[in-house]
């Protein structure tokens, strides 16, 4: 998975297809809790593009995305988004499949 590392990045990755983007941090432990099983969502789901964006360091776009919890998921599809999994509870392996099942229709 793709970190992203700047504003102009994550503008250029939202334009993709079928693109979810993770917003967590390194001291966040319900996003650490994800690392134990997210390479095995990212193999099985290879028809999305995953990126990671640290909620700390990109606050601005946390903010116009109205996402105040982490981890969360929003999803794009050429800029317009298809599909949210936005709170702060810590998520389970089944909980982020199913989000991403609902984003196929």
Do not use: H
Not at 3 to 20: D, L, M, P, Y
Not at 28 to 45: G, K, S
Not at 69 to 75: H, L, Q, T, Y
């Amino acid at each position: 998975m793709e970190k992203i590392t700047s504003v102009e990045q994550f503008e250029q990755a939202r334009q993709g297809e079928n693109v979810v983007f993770q917003f967590s941090a390194d001291w966040c432990p319900d996003c650490r809790f994800l690392d134990m099983f997210f390479q095995e969502i990212i193999d099985e789901n290879s028809d999305f593009t995953f990126y990671y964006v640290d909620r700390d360091q990109f606050i601005e776009v946390c903010q116009e995305l109205d996402i105040f919890g982490i981890p969360s998921f929003v999803a794009f599809n050429k800029g317009v988004e298809i599909g949210r999994y936005v709170n702060k509870d810590r998520k389970t392996k089944e909980q982020v499949e199913e989000f991403l099942a609902g984003l196929r229709g």
